[in-house]
């Protein structure tokens, strides 16, 4: 099957500072992934959408000056978290979307990031 | 709006019976449904997912969810509970033809199964 990493698992940073997340697909490429936000004891909510060679597209109410996103090459995508605050604190997950055989959607095992 | 409900914040199974998680949706045009588990500190797992065809759809772990057009459901169920079925499950719908579709998730219901 089909397989999405993403690395580091967990992070934990100092208030200010940038984190980046990268999201791999291991063994198809994505033109399109996705960046999820999940909050303690809540459903998981679209950030934005990482489209391989241009700009993400983000979801209303999302900083993009604040969530940059990259998408360099088919197989990877990086979320830097720029200035990062505690109220950043969140567990991210990425999906990746397998155009063949069939278009579906694989996620990564998500990042834990805590900020102090 | 498209949009999916997951009714139920808990549902508390004993070991060996039957379990329903449910789930509603709206969307419009022909939606694909999808069923996550995601255990604690992990990413999301997938289960099954509907896209069109036989109203019954069987997937991972003996999970099997029925499509119900006239209610707009998606309940999950599986015959027989076991206590490694503990999770927390979330339904999604991606709305149109294709699962490149934003996904929508539902709120998640947390299973627990007691042995």
């Known amino acids: 099957g089909a397989v999405v990493s993403q690395h580091p698992s967990w992070v934990i940073c100092k208030s200010g500072t940038s984190v980046k997340i990268e999201c791999r697909s291991l063994d198809f490429q994505a033109t399109t992934m996705f960046w999820y936000r999940q909050f303690p004891k809540q459903s998981l909510m679209l950030m934005a959408t990482s489209n391989e060679g241009s700009k993400a597209t983000y979801e209303q109410g999302v900083e993009k000056d604040k969530f940059l996103i990259n998408h360099a090459s088919l197989t990877l995508s990086t979320l830097t978290v720029t200035s990062a605050h505690p109220e950043d604190s969140s567990f991210y997950i990425c999906s990746a979307l397998r155009d063949y055989p069939s278009d579906e959607q694989f996620f990564g095992p998500g990042t834990r990031l805590t900020v102090l | 709006a498209q949009s999916v409900a997951q009714p139920e914040d808990q549902v508390n199974v004993a070991e060996g019976n039957p379990l329903t998680v449910k789930c509603t949706y709206s969307?419009?045009?022909?939606?694909?449904l999808f069923w996550y588990v995601q255990y604690p500190n992990r990413g999301l797992q997938f289960l099954l997912k509907?896209?069109?065809?036989?109203?019954l759809v069987k997937g991972s772990y003996g999970f099997e969810a029925e499509f119900n057009k006239s209610q707009t459901s998606f309940h999950l169920k599986k015959p027989s509970a076991l206590v490694s079925d503990s999770a927390l499950y979330f339904c999604?719908?991606?709305?149109?033809?294709?699962?490149?579709?934003?996904?929508?998730f539902g709120s998640g219901t947390r299973l627990s199964i007691r042995p």
């Open positions: 999604a719908v991606a709305p149109g033809y294709s699962s490149a579709s934003k996904i929508i």
């Open positions: 969307v419009s045009g022909n939606p694909y």
């Open positions: 509907y896209i069109t065809g036989d109203n």
